[in-house]
């Protein structure tokens, strides 16, 4: 289970997990000529950023979105900063956003100047909770930032409905949720402007970073397209000030390689999660996700339990060979560089609480089903009491 080595005379010490909790080894498998070609192609033609395959996988992400434009990017950062931006949202403006969620979110609202509104979070769904949205909205509001976290949808109308009645623009973080649906239609296609990450842990994720914007809003795509490129709208024309988050021709190729196959792997993905509903099923104080439902078609990008004995699960899943994740072990509030903010233990009561109880366990593609099955054997020990440590 350990393996030890040196590399240059340092010694390095790596767990080797039977389970790891993310791989994408055999998720390359099956596309290793396709991707070897695409390489050598690109190689050949010797043009390395905003070339054919930018454009080509641009037009074929916003026809799967079913967006009238994509504009790719550096980063999911970058293409939330670049969508708020897009919206005229800076200082003076206040964003409202999940108290739980990955930092990057919170980040991207604080770069433009915005004033960052944390709002709670539904502990069943770990999504925004559109009940307690109203009540944040000041006149300074200018947008609202649902994130679909772990790939489950926010409930979408709710929030749509909300900012047409006040006003407010809707900018998606779809990083988590390429696939997912909210009532027949996609996440990441009902904001003003959304964005999605492609992280290689990702859904659809690269081999290293990337990102995208999707509106279909021609002013939004114009001012987006220019702005990732140093504000350029042709070569050596700047009329705005830009920053530069370019997605690279080797990136684009691995994405349009994976997007055809994406439903289909998120079918697995959903087969998978079947499993785990089916063999967690009263299980200690376990509390699975939302399996889904006729409006809700979630995506899982993750397989989020809640339990009271977090760690001490963790641990001893740890000791079976099985690697599990936090996401996330401290809630964006509490970590320091956000303390400038005010916010206090107990600030966010129930994004506290998930930090505390949440964990994510392997889901990744090509994960089969007698390792599931394997997980969810262990978990089940472990709360009978036959591993000995469940309090
Ligand atoms: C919900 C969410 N938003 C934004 C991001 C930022 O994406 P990236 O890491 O590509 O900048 C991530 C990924 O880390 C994420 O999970």
């Not at 709670?120 to 976290?149: C, M, Q, Y």
């Not at 988590?176 to 909210?182: E, K, R, T, V």
């Not at 904001?191 to 021609?218: E, Q, V, W």
């Not at 530069?244 to 190729?253: C, G, K, P, T, Y």
Request: glycine fraction near 8%; include cysteine.
């Amino acid at each position: 289970m350990f393996k030890r080595g040196r590399v240059n005379g340092l010694p390095y010490f790596r767990v080797m997990y039977t389970i790891p909790f993310f791989s994408m080894a055999r998720q390359h498998q099956k596309i290793n000529r396709e991707l070897g070609e695409a390489f050598a192609k690109i190689v050949k033609n010797g043009w390395f950023i905003l070339g054919e395959q930018g454009v080509l996988f641009e037009k074929e992400f916003a026809q799967y979105q079913k967006t009238k434009y994509c504009i790719a990017v550096g980063n999911g950062h970058d293409a939330l900063f670049i969508s708020l931006k897009a919206l005229g949202i800076g200082l003076g403006d206040e964003v409202i956003v999940p108290s739980h969620t990955c930092q990057a979110t919170w980040l991207a609202v604080i770069n433009t100047g915005a004033k960052l509104v944390p709002v709670e979070v539904e502990s069943s769904t770990f999504n925004i909770d559109p009940g307690r949205i109203e009540n944040s909205i000041t006149k300074k509001t200018k947008a609202i930032v649902p994130v679909h976290l772990y790939g489950h949808p926010c409930t979408m109308d709710k929030i749509m409905t909300l900012a047409k009645r006040f006003n407010l623009y809707v900018v998606e973080d779809n990083a988590q949720a390429q696939g997912a649906f909210y009532k027949s239609r996609m996440t990441g296609s009902w904001g003003h402007c959304n964005a999605t990450s492609f992280y290689p842990t990702k859904i659809l994720g690269a081999l290293g970073d990337g990102g995208a914007i999707m509106t279909s809003d021609r002013k939004i795509a114009e001012f987006a397209m220019a702005f990732r490129n140093y504000g350029s709208e042709k070569k050596d024309v700047h009329a705005l000030l830009g920053i530069n988050s370019r997605l690279d021709e080797v990136q684009a190729s691995v994405l349009r390689i994976k997007l055809k196959r994406l439903s289909i792997w998120n079918e697995n993905r959903r087969k998978n999660a079947n499993l785990y509903f089916e063999h967690l099923k009263n299980v200690g104080d376990i509390q699975v996700p939302p399996s889904g439902n006729m409006n809700e078609k979630p995506v899982f990008h993750q397989f989020v339990i809640q339990t009271k004995s977090r760690d001490k699960l963790k641990k001893q899943l740890e000791r079976k060979g099985i690697e599990t994740a936090i996401h996330y072990p401290t809630p964006v509030h509490l970590q320091k560089a956000y303390q400038y903010l005010g916010y206090k233990k107990g600030s966010l009561p129930i994004a506290e609480k998930l930090s505390q109880n949440v964990l994510s366990l392997p889901i990744w593609l090509g994960l089969e089903a007698k390792e599931i099955e394997k997980v969810c054997k262990e978990i089940r020990k472990f709360y009978s009491g036959k591993a000995g440590i469940y309090s």
